[in-house]
C-alpha cells in the first residue's frame, strides 16, 4: 500500500501529491495550509501566503463535510469524463472554496447548499492500467 494509503493490485496513484490522505481511520481528508501570521487558509497548499506574503504556513486537514456553493452539469464529452457529469464548488468549514466534481445518484437533483461528503475515486487510467485517483465530493443524502 502506498504512503497515502490508496493502492491496489493494478497500481493506483494520486493526481498529485500532498492534495489527499487517508486518516488513521481510513477515511478521506484534504491537505490544505494556514499562514501562521495571518491565518488566511488555502488549498491547495501553498509555499507562500497570498493576503500577507509569510512563508511560515503549516499544513492543515480539512474536514469531510461541506456544501455546494456553486456547479453545473458538463454535457459535451471529453476524453477521459462519460458524461454528464457535474462540477462546482463546495465550501467547508475551514473557509476554503473547493473546486471540485461532484457525485449524485441523479445530477438533476443536486443544489445549491446540499452537504456533500470528500471521497477518493478514480479520475481516469493511464495507457499501462495505472489508475489516477483524485478527491470528488458526493451529495449526502438527506435523513426523512
Known sequence: MGT???ASEKGTIPVRQNLFEKDNSGQAVLIGSRCEKCGNVFFPQKAY???CNAGDLIPI???RYGRI???TIIRQA???FKVPYAIGRVDVDEGVRIFTQLLADDLGKIEVGQPVELVL???FDEPNGTEITGYKYRVVRRQK
Open 69 to 71: 456553493q456553486t456547479f
Open 61 to 63: 486537514r480539512f474536514g
Open 4 to 6: 497515502l494509503g490508496i
Open 121 to 123: 475515486d478514480r479520475l
Open 78 to 80: 471529453s476524453p477521459e
Open 49 to 51: 501566503c497570498d493576503r
